[in-house]
């Protein structure tokens, strides 16, 4: 069964509404690498989808020339692997827009299940997640650049994700780290 | 008993000897992120340290800057968490400089546990090395950047570690997703 849970999961990386540094709403910049590592570990997991959510314009064209690049280009011709992982990228201006998107797909709408490195009363654990992915609705799983997201993202979502911890107080991994991880506890073979 | 099981653990990445994509071996380029994304998890996860290996000497002066921007310069002001990951980094020239760096430490030589996404017989089980981090004697996670490890190298490794596995066959995950799904596996709190 483990092959299928993957198949109504996907994962949104939100560039706007998160915070900055000083908890300032903004919208960050799209970078490379956050394609790139999620992308593949989002194929190695057997990932539905991997939405890039960004409304400003100048990224909206960042993306799709780096898809371009590694889909069809001259990166397709050299590393065909890229590819594969790549071409799970859809770019969406709003989050509604990816959910609307993952309804298109599935006959329902997805369930939002906002992560963050700040612990809350009563977050999702991995593991009743794990079990929500054999359900036939399926989960956007959020996850924020930056400093993460915001509180009304927070707030507005279906779920909140309970944070990763490891051995110490010291609880900042990296955005793509974090992902590899949640896909690791959540798809991974067990065994 | 799990805030402890990382003190005898060290990751070790490596830049040589590593195979390039047609399987020659080479020295690989270090990249900033290589340094942030593993350090952050390190820290996270309760690493003893982590060790970036080259003996390319324009390498090891442009990691030492990294390290000396975010630990005594304007980066350690701008992001102190950042220093706090950081401080973790050591540059060795070579593998066996960084086993004899841990041997100093522990007052043993540590097991070097090669990482590789190939499949071997006989690969030591992620829950097994689990239970060897409970041991006296200090591991050495050695993660091969560019194609990965070169045959050589797994060959004079004590263990070679089960390769991660995911949904399909697909499996290129990036050293730095490697690296932080296995600590988790590792060190992470399974509660």
């Not at 593949?40 to 057997?46: D, M």
Request: glycine share 8%; hydrophobic share 45%.
């Amino acid at each position: 069964m483990t092959d299928c849970l993957g198949s109504r999961l996907y994962v949104a990386l939100i560039h706007y509404p998160v915070i900055d540094k000083n908890g300032q709403i903004i919208a960050s910049a799209v970078t490379n690498l956050d394609l790139h590592d999620i992308a593949r570990a989002c194929r190695t997991y057997g990932v539905a989808g991997y939405y890039i959510v960004t409304p400003l314009e100048d990224q909206i064209r960042l993306v799709k020339r780096i898809l371009d690049h590694w889909t069809t280009g001259a990166g397709a011709r050299y590393n065909p692997k890229r590819h594969q992982a790549l071409e799970l990228i859809r770019v969406e201006a709003t989050v509604e827009a990816a959910a609307h998107d993952i309804a298109h797909i599935h006959g329902r709408r997805p369930k939002i299940v906002a992560t963050t490195a700040r612990r809350h009363n009563g977050g999702l654990a991995h593991r009743r997640l794990r079990a929500m992915l054999a359900e036939p609705t399926p989960v956007m799983l959020a996850l924020g650049t930056a400093w993460g997201l915001c509180d009304g993202f927070m707030d507005a979502a279906d779920h909140i994700l309970e944070p990763l911890k490891g051995a110490e107080t010291y609880n900042h991994l990296s955005v793509r780290s974090a992902a590899a991880i949640l896909l690791d506890r959540l798809l991974g073979d067990r065994n």
